[in-house]
């Protein structure tokens, strides 16, 4: 396939017509624009499988929408996928009903709305423990039948907003999975028209696609790279000092932690003035795939903590561990606040309940005054939310000792 900048997936629902286009930047795929529109198509199917007039309408005419914002797309970087319904509706186009069929399955997965409804339904009522299941469905068109009506006070786990599709989305799913020998079916909590597009970039390995944004983000805005390193070296050697025995490879708070430190100066290129607040700006609201956006949150208090005073963050909701990551990130950037490559001084950190310690050679804070001004400032921002921090000048003595120890 073709390079393109931008793609488009067409997701043809029982309920709803979905269009996402996405930006393509250094293989990450960035929302552009969405259209939905209502059509319910699954509601409109009739008791002998035909999608009666009316629906037909409603679909032509969403298309016809849906085609206006597709004009100038080369036909490669776009890609439709069409609802059960057109599989199984008799006055659809006979080759949809027969298309994946010859090739048996492996595993069958559903998506979207209908889907992840129906699956709740059969959970709640103990007709299936998880997914679809032909045997469930079959219950579940009993009870149906039963109450005859898709009444959310007679089934347990039908939302009102659902109701008007179950009964289309149940018959759908019943006769595709009987049309094509399905026995069970999982369910992905993801909509159908996201994997498309990553399907149409063609992303066939795993991997952390959170890395793989800030490694973007960074080159979108122009991150020192050799600076940003540093700084995420020395913070995560000051938050493993602080928490010995740790798992470092599951560790969720140093991945969060190194990801700060490597964004925390994406707001430069935006201004220097308080360019901290300008870059947790940017992550709070950016589209980072990825990221969910209570990771998002996180990394945006991060960053926004790391510089100037900590009053700011005395009502952000920074827990215990937070208050680690952010204390290792701060210290890291006053030590490296000259950004050159010269040798990091020997550094000696802890914590308790109070707040924090740092010992650092005295040698060093003679030779380097501002820095020294800046660690001791800091103790004073430490006070604002309540937490004590100490620091020490190590003579030449109590640093060889603790260089043994190490």
Known sequence: MPRHDTLAAVDLGSNSFHLEIGRVVDGQIYPLDAVREVVRLGAGLSGDKRIDRATQARALESLGKLGERLRGFPRQAVRAVGTNALRVAKNASPFLREAYRALGWEEAVGSSGTARSVENILRENGFAPHGLTREGLDRLRSLLLRVEAADPACIAGLRPNRAPVLPGGVAILGAVMEELGIEAMTVSDAA??????????????????????????????????????RVRGLALTIYDALTPGADREDDADRLMLAWAARLAEIGLSIAHAQYHKHSAYVLSNADMPGFSRMEQAR???????????????????????????VFALRTAALILRSRGDARVPFLHVAADAAGFAVDLPQAFLDESPLTAAALGDEAEHWKDVGMRLELRGLSERKLAVLKQVR
């Open 192 to 229: 159908l028209r996201h994997g498309v597009l990553y399907d149409l970039l063609g992303r066939v390995e795993h991997r952390d696609m959170r890395e793989a944004t800030v490694a973007q983000f960074m080159r979108r805005y122009h991150v020192e790279s050799a600076h940003a390193d």
């Open 299 to 325: 990394l945006a208090r991060l960053v926004l903590a790391h510089r100037g005073k900590l009053a700011k963050m005395r009502d952000a909701g920074l827990d215990g561990t937070d208050w680690k990551l």
